[in-house]
């Protein structure tokens, strides 16, 4: 079998699936129910300073799919909300029981850096492997000039960063926001400050619904709500695009990444080191189904990774980076024309209507004799745009195939239709 | 009728038990099922199931719809197209019509969605304060239906919809036809069919007359002179004969007859018992005597067929509920002599083996007997022709013994327009019966419209 161990950002661990820092690392019994079910590492939950901060009842509320499928969860929860003294007792014991995983705690006190030179020596007592910094929390604590309110402002991350590398021989992880507009300003800050290594994303800014019995947006809290963090499936995609620009962002080659949002299987953890990840961390999918799901997580890792003779993490992290690049740069000559399997197809008419409602009318719809309909493909109309394989239930039925235009490789900054385009 | 079976004992069940025995044989949807199988549904476009819904329901629609948590909005979709949807949702072969035709019935989709299911699903929860469909300003326009079957009473509410009075006549005492007096009491339980009706009623402008009979109390030519319009929905009355002796004994009668007074009995402890039972045919009718007898407590029910399995009217589905309720089948054989006690009373039935010879079913020489306390004919209806027997009726071109009608559901004389069992169009079914009374109404209306518009 494969090897899934790694060594990130100096810090080692028998496999990549860390639990990212909230409630399934609030304390020592969730922490050593994980690492018994088999997680690599934990983020502790984010410590502050005393006194606590308090939560409020409700807390979540959740976006849902057909047949109630969660696609995404948003909080409105703090960071921890017990003492330090018993959050720095637990790990302290939790990591002497369990030398081979990491363990890295997670930390967010005021923007001063009496704060920081306070908490870092008893966090750095404690055995643990690395810190992380918590600048991303987007509700509550950003209103007290903490979390989001620092990782928005690419001078403090800068800056903060630099107090914990001055006061701490740990790893310094810089945990950054989505909630700005060009992730790369974030991680370059993170980078100049010293920083080992950048894990994201934290949550989004969000409201997943509305009661509209009572008019309120949810979570609830008496008659009313506050916008929370949004985490889960849902977030993925933003989260795999914010990794990517980070792993091709010239200014911060080679800084690790360990990767944060929407994963939930194997497949999400192998995108996300695919597109240059050293580790990933967990939190939705654990909350939704235990911890558990790390078994099938290495276990499906491990196998993938056999039948690709991938020996290890390193012999495929970063893949997919070459292949991502700027719009400018795909080839405008490529052609794809989508190829319908008639033996497949169950001939429920969605490619077509949505090509034809809403695309370039390259579905043919023909009546048959029975009554139904039969569907083809014009490939003289067809863009390649990838729509009707989209909305088609059937898996592999609907084939983008491609062509052969006999033309060469020819991006849009050699493309005689640009006006701008380079001179060559 | 069921004097003819007086002399046979009763079900030996309790009345709790027998309750049981006949109550939904589909039992409905809960919520999470509805939930989890609403959302099975593609959403399809130009959709299979449509097509082969004779009613045409837009089923994606009304599947969407309760997939958002829009009850209403779904059991309106349903009923605009099929305002008998809840006992379509019931009584339908789905097997061999929508859900047979869904994208996901096929081996890599597990199976089709429970599209009838749904449909009652929604009807039965939408818990309309009134009725969902508003009449057009009143057309001073009357029109005059013959039987107040799904045919009938399909017509009458598409009629009062389009702003026209319709008088309904029934020969019956119950409206329904035969959701009230025909469908397996495990198909449409309680007083459903009685509720549906009432229901339907309730857009306004529709009067029943009972007791009215066509060919009895009353002429076609009465009703073409007094009516801008009429439409017959009389279904199929009568039963064919075996044409053998005896046939009028103790003990032989039609299914139908029975089914009859099994559904509108209040206490199934009373209804005769055929221990040993046969039934004649293999039709849905057959299936449902059969089921309903053993249910009942029969022994040894019999279902004889003059032709093999393949030939068979009942649906797949039909014929495994036959088999989960022990109904024992015997194939190839036909009614060659009713056999009679010392009392005169059925004792058994004598058959011929019958074979194909050159495609065509004949005797093999062979014959066997088999013991009944009652026999059942289940062999087909007919149309009753006591219906049509005044000189204006009689002039109705037929199609074969049915009367004869074009796709906008048109007689031969004009302003008459019939639909339901007693055409020949489509399948014998409660569905199809709605479809032409709408199609008819349609028709009605349009023709109506143009007359005001000529005049
Ligand atoms: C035993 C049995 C079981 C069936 N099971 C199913 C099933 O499970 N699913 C399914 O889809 N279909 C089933 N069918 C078929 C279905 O019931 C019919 O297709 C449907 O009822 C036809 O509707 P209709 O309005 O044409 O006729 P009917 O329902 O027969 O209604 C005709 C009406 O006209 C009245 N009438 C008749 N003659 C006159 C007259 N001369 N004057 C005044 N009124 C008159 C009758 O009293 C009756 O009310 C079954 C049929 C039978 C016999
Ligand atoms: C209830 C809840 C509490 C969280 N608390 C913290 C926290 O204290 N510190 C932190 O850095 N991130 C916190 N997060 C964010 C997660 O660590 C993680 O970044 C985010 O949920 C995205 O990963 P996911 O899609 O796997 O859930 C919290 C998330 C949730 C759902
Ligand atoms: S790829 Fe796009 S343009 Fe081509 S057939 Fe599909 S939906 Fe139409
Ligand atoms: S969407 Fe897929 S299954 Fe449906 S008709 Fe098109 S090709 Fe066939
Ligand atoms: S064919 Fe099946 S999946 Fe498609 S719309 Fe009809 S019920 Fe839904």
Redesign the interface.
Known sequence: MADLSIVFAGIKAPNPFWLASAPPTDKAYNVVRAFEAGWGGVVWKTLGEDPAAVNVSSRYSAHYG???QVQGINNIELITDRSLEINLREITQVKKDWPDRALIVSLMVPCVEESWKFILPLVEATGADGIELNFGCPHGMPERGMGAAVGQVPEYVEMVTRWCKTHCTLPVIVKLTPNITDIRQSARAAHRGGADAVSLINTINSITSVDLDRMVAHPIVGDQSTHGGYCGSAVKPIALNMVAEIARDPETRGLPICGIGGIGTWRDAAEFIALGSGAVQVCTAAMLHGFRIVEDMQDGLARWMDQHGHRSLEAFRGQAVGHTTDWKYLDINYKSVAHIDQD?C?????C??ACEDTSHQAIA?TLKAD???AYSVIEAECVGCNLCQITC??QGCIDMQAQDTGKPYMNWTQDPRNPYREAG | MIDALNHLPRPRAGADQLAEAFSDLAPPLTARQAAVESARCLYCYDAPCVNACPSEIDIPSFIHRISDENLQGAAERILSANILGGSCARVCPTEILCQQACVRNNAQECAPVLIGQLQRYALDHADFTEHPFQRSPASGKRIAVVGAGPAGLSCAHRLAMHGHDVVIFEAREKAGGLNEYGIARYKLVDDYAQREVEFLLGIGGIEIRHGQRLGGNLSLAELHGQYDAVFLGLGLGAVRQLGLADEDAPGLLAATDYIRELRQADDLAQLPLADRCLVLGAGNTAIDMAVQMSRLGARDVNLVYRRGEADMGATGHEQEIAKHNQVRLHTWARPDAVLLDDAGRVRGMRFARTQLIDGRLGDTGETFELAADAIFKAIGQRFDEQGLGDPLAAQLARDGERIQVDAHMRTSIPGIYAGGDCTALGQDLTVQAVQHGKLAAEAIHAQLMLNVEAA
């Open positions: 057909a047949n109630r497949a169950i001939g429920c008419g969605r077509h209507i719809s009554g139904t309909h239930p059937v």
